[in-house]
């Protein structure tokens, strides 16, 4: 069953790196059969992606699908590909992040975040640069919203 996450979450990560997953999206990781995910830079700005398991080995066998030599391919393998982290949820529904995805994302412990969905994964903003981020899209809706009706959503 593909795994649905929905809504944002304000969290804080412990003294120890250690986020507590919204319970809605364990409850989702549960019903999937798998809890665990991997964790990843993100392309698009300064976060963490969590994929559950099964759907980021979907976005590896489309990567594999493409030539190796492209230089755009080799940068994402080196970017997201190598950097990523297996994690499993502890009993507390806690994963660690880290420290390299933590720099990358801003994040120090006992830091303030936003958990973010975005369908079949979910972000981890530092809380202010999520906010910086919604309200930029925010402002921009005009635009983007056109592009919106060109794919028919």
Partial sequence: MPVRFRGEFA???DEKARLAIPVA?????????DKRLILVRSTSGPCIQAWPVRDWETYEDRILALPPSDDTVMKLLRFQVSGN???E???HGR??????LRLYAGLQAAADVMVVAT?????IWLRQAWQTQSD???DDLPNWSRDLA???L
């Fill in 136 to 138: 930029a899209i925010a």
């Fill in 150 to 152: 060109r794919l028919q």
């Fill in 89 to 91: 949820p502890d009993g």
């Fill in 11 to 13: 969290q804080r990560l």
């Fill in 119 to 123: 369908i079949n994964r979910f972000e």
């Fill in 95 to 100: 994963v660690v992040l880290p420290p390299t």
């Fill in 25 to 33: 999206y364990r409850s989702a990781l549960e019903l999937s059969g």
């Fill in 85 to 87: 982290a297996l994690v």
